[in-house]
């Protein structure tokens, strides 16, 4: 097995919120004990509702947040020993946000050819070549490099930030929610090219969603966050025909199904909103929402434990398998 | 019948503006050349509060002298003032404002407690007290205009540095391992620059005014050299029996002050490129 390009270890993220005067400190453990790791040239999905943490975890492998405990590492050395630029080197980020995460008051050439000046690329031609290869790698006419962002539609933004992601050459791209800012008909060209784009560059990527649909259909190892904690890890098969852990069926049976081609198993939906991460739950952060709850849930924290080699969920009843969360329908 | 529509880039009141200033920095360039008289020498008491007319257009002072050749020549020491203190004012600013912002931490503190002890104190009494320390004359009132009303510059640029700093372009660019200076300089400022411009015309304005009050209470710039705010402190015993005196230059001081706002205002818009689509 090949060496992991990104390696977590027990990785937290906490905050603390709140003052000595207003209402005493709280710590948010927006990211708390997540172990991952993404090997070279694999998709790995990371999904989860909004407020788990799945963000905060992707600011983290980035270096902009400080991990509370923990360790990251990459290419096999802790990053607090790599260079910053080293860094930047390896591991790139591609936005939620096209609109915002493109500076208004720069050319695209200027977005693009930055970066590699700043990592020592000197020679004006070679600069001019890689900024027009990778505007063209994306989709994007070389002659557009005057133009500023605001003359661009959201999915063409969107593939500046991909070239920008990858103008260093990165290894591994971690894309936060790519293409949920986007309208519906231009995900799926977005989506095309990351696929296309990792096979031609054998990047790897963490793509990190809410939308299952995305996830099933880029990655080939799914992990399934919950309130900072990874409750389910396996591969795409596993994750969607075989879930254990009740939380990913219930967002298997979320996905909407316009067609009816599946029936919902009524069971398998979550009932209620995510718990504040300022006051989870005790036990296991799901069991309010569960319907396999038992007292056992309320008690214990439940290890994230293998049911087959490399499928692991964090449920007391892992072994509890044939409660699928959608029946196929039967032909009419 | 149809009139031609014409399309000013950036709107009227930049126009407006722009003509206003730039008249006025035209002036205070070639006042020797357009100037009739020396504006301190040619004091000649014979001619003693003329009222305009056709060889005195903006009339004469108590001593005789051409009001218009003094108006002509204060606005050499209105603009300077006006420029060199907001350069001072917006340079201390946004060099505070910008790394308080970004950086945070103990630096944010530090600079926001000094912004908030300058807002507390009156400006002018400052100014009033760096003046008497200085003593009278032009560079201690750029010193005194110049230190001492940086902090609408840096709270403009404070604030919006906290709300850029969240932006995706400024977390790729920490990302993609640019420099904090870099950052700040070529992600952050460019952004934030339009109110800051907006905060430096206005505070232009505010500076010519400025003057012209510490002038007025005889601290700025001595008789019998000429300031727009000298020449109203002077005026002040006649303003029933010569209006005149106290007229001209307060109209000098209101068109300047209006057209520095305007222009502000018209330049606001035009360094927003979302406002300028190109065609291709």
């Keep these: 097995m090949a060496e992991p390009l990104l390696a977590l270890d027990s990785l937290a993220v906490h905050f603390t919120v709140g003052s000595l005067l207003a209402g005493g400190v709280k710590v948010l453990k927006a990211v708390d004990g997540v172990t991952l790791d993404v090997k070279p040239g694999e998709c790995l999905g990371l999904v989860g509702e909004s407020g788990c943490g799945k963000s905060t975890l992707a600011l983290a492998i980035m270096g902009l947040l400080p991990p509370t405990r923990g360790r990251l590492a990459l290419e096999g050395r802790d990053i607090k020993t790599v260079d910053r630029m080293a860094t930047a080197r390896t591991v790139q980020m591609v936005f939620q946000d096209p609109y915002a995460s493109l500076n208004p008051r720069q050319t695209v050439r200027r977005t693009l050819a930055d970066p590699l000046r700043i990592h020592g690329v000197t020679d004006k031609a070679e600069i001019e070549a890689r900024v027009a290869d990778m505007m063209a790698k994306v989709g994007l006419r070389p002659e557009q490099a005057d133009r500023y962002p605001h003359e661009f539609s959201g999915g063409q933004r969107q593939r500046i930030g991909i070239a920008r992601a990858l103008i260093l050459r990165p290894k591994l791209v971690i894309c936060d929610e790519p293409v949920s800012a986007l309208d519906v008909s231009i995900r799926a060209q977005i989506i095309n090219l990351l696929l296309d784009l990792k096979d031609e560059l054998g990047l790897a990527y963490i793509m990190i969603s809410h939308d299952l649909g995305v996830v099933e259909h880029v990655s080939d190892r799914v992990a399934v966050m919950y309130l900072g904690r990874i409750v389910e890890q396996g591969s795409w098969q596993e994750i969607f025909e075989d879930p254990r852990h009740p939380y990913t069926r219930a967002l298997i049976a979320a996905i909407p199904d316009p067609f009816h081609r599946a029936v919902v198993v009524e069971t398998a939906k979550a009932k209620g909103e995510i718990a504040s991460a300022l006051n989870p739950p005790p036990g296991c952060h799901f069991h309010p929402r569960c319907p396999l709850k038992q007292d056992v849930c309320v008690r214990e924290v439940p290890a994230l434990d293998p049911v087959s080699p490399g499928h692991l969920a964090a449920c007391h009843f892992r072994d509890l398998a044939g409660t699928p969360a959608t029946a196929l329908r039967p032909p009419r | ?280």
């Design chain 2, 1 to 280: 019948m149809r009139m031609p529509r014409l399309r000013l880039k950036g709107g009227t009141s930049l126009w407006i503006g722009g003509t206003l200033v730039a008249v006025a920095i035209a002036v205070a360039v070639a006042a020797p050349l357009i100037a009739r008289t020396d504006p301190v020498m040619d004091a000649n008491l014979m001619n003693a509060e003329i009222p305009p007319g056709l060889e005195f257009p903006f009339g004469t002072d108590a001593q005789g002298r051409d009001i218009y050749s003094r108006i002509v020549y204060g606005a050499r020491i209105s603009l300077t003032v006006g420029i060199v203190s907001q350069i001072l004012n917006s340079l201390i600013g946004v060099t505070l404002g910008l790394t308080a912002g970004y950086w945070g931490g103990w630096w944010d503190d530090v600079v926001t407690g000094l912004t908030n002890l300058m807002l507390a104190i009156p400006s002018l009494i400052f100014a009033l007290a760096i003046m008497a320390i200085l003593g009278p004359g032009l560079s201690s009132l750029l010193a005194a205009l110049g230190l001492t009303a940086w902090s609408y510059s840096c709270r403009i640029a404070r604030a919006q540095v906290l709300s850029l700093k969240s932006q995706g372009y400024i977390q790729a660019a920490r990302i993609l391992g640019y420099g904090d200076l870099r950052i700040m300089f070529t992600q952050v400022l460019p952004n934030i620059l339009g109110p800051l411009i907006v905060i430096a015309t206005l505070g232009m304005g505010g500076a010519i005014l400025s003057e012209a009050a510490l002038s007025f209470l005889g601290l700025g710039i001595r008789p019998p050299f000429p300031s727009w705010g000298s020449m109203l402190s002077e005026a002040r015993d006649q303003i029933t029996t010569a209006p005149w005196l106290s007229v001209f230059p307060g109209l000098a001081i209101f068109f300047t002050v209006l057209g520095l706002n305007l222009l502000g205002d018209g330049l606001r818009d035009i360094l927003d490129p979302q406002s300028t689509t190109r065609r291709t």
